[in-house]
């Protein structure tokens, strides 16, 4: 059984910063990447950042230049350093890890940005 915990939201105001932290345990083989994605109220969930076992990561445009991805592989723990928040980044923030054959997902973690 494969658990992903996130840890790290809350309400920041405009401007400021969050890390967002999800801990991967269990029967864990064949990690392909972790990432995170996020859900605006009232949207579909949306790419934020992955990274690849190899260290490779993408982003989505929105979070480009502001956001940062990284992995301690030794820990299955991926983090999401934001900075520069907007109201717009107000969303459920959901923690993936994708392995083979399957893909996993976190129970989220609410990040709520003021202007």
């Known amino acids: 059984q494969v658990r992903l915990v996130e840890s790290g939201g809350g309400l920041v105001q405009a401007g400021g910063s969050l890390r967002l932290s999800c801990a991967a345990s269990g029967s864990i083989y064949s990690i392909r990447s972790m990432g995170w994605y996020r859900q605006p109220p009232g949207k579909q969930r949306e790419l934020v950042a992955t990274?690849?076992?190899?260290?490779?990561?993408a982003y989505a445009d929105s979070s480009k230049g502001r956001f940062t991805i990284s992995r301690d592989n030794a820990k299955n723990t991926v983090y999401l350093q934001m900075n520069s928040l907007k109201p717009e980044d107000t969303a459920h923030y959901y923690c993936?890890?994708?392995?083979?054959?399957?893909?996993?997902w976190g129970q989220g973690t609410q990040v709520t940005v003021s202007s």
């Open positions: 990274i690849s076992s190899g260290g490779t990561t």
């Open positions: 993936n890890l994708e392995t083979l054959p399957r893909s996993y």
